[in-house]
Nanobody
């Protein structure tokens, strides 16, 4: 069992930055891959970024590549650094945990409650 708690969301102007955090508890952190997804109003949940158990392998959605960076530390935290934010980045952001770095939601067994990110124009 893994419990995930996101933080760091908020309201920011276009072009600004935010760093989201995801704290994991339960299962040994080094055995799980982590991902970030987002869901905007009226849209389906979409993949944002993922990082492997070792932290070596990372994948990003094309829409965030070059602007967002996913990292993890040894203290069970995963981060999503978001730069050059755009209004279309507005969504609820969820972190997720699974067995391997996956770009699909089906690849994850555990989900956080989400944190709201709003980017004003």
């Amino acid at each position: 069992q893994v419990t995930l708690v996101e933080s760091g969301g908020g309201l920011v102007q276009a072009g600004g930055s935010l760093r989201l955090s995801c704290a994991a508890s339960g299962r040994t952190f080094s055995t799980i891959a982590m991902g970030w997804f987002r869901q905007a109003p009226g849209k389906e949940r979409e993949f944002v970024a993922t990082i492997s158990r070792s932290g070596v392998i990372k994948y990003y959605a094309d829409s965030v590549k070059g602007r967002f960076t996913i990292t993890r530390d040894n203290a069970k935290n995963t981060y999503l650094r978001m730069n050059s934010l755009k209004p279309e980045d507005t969504a609820i952001y969820y972190c997720a945990a699974g067995g391997s770095a996956s770009t699909t939601a089906r690849g994850y067994d555990y989900w956080g409650q989400g944190t709201q990110v709003t980017v004003s124009s």
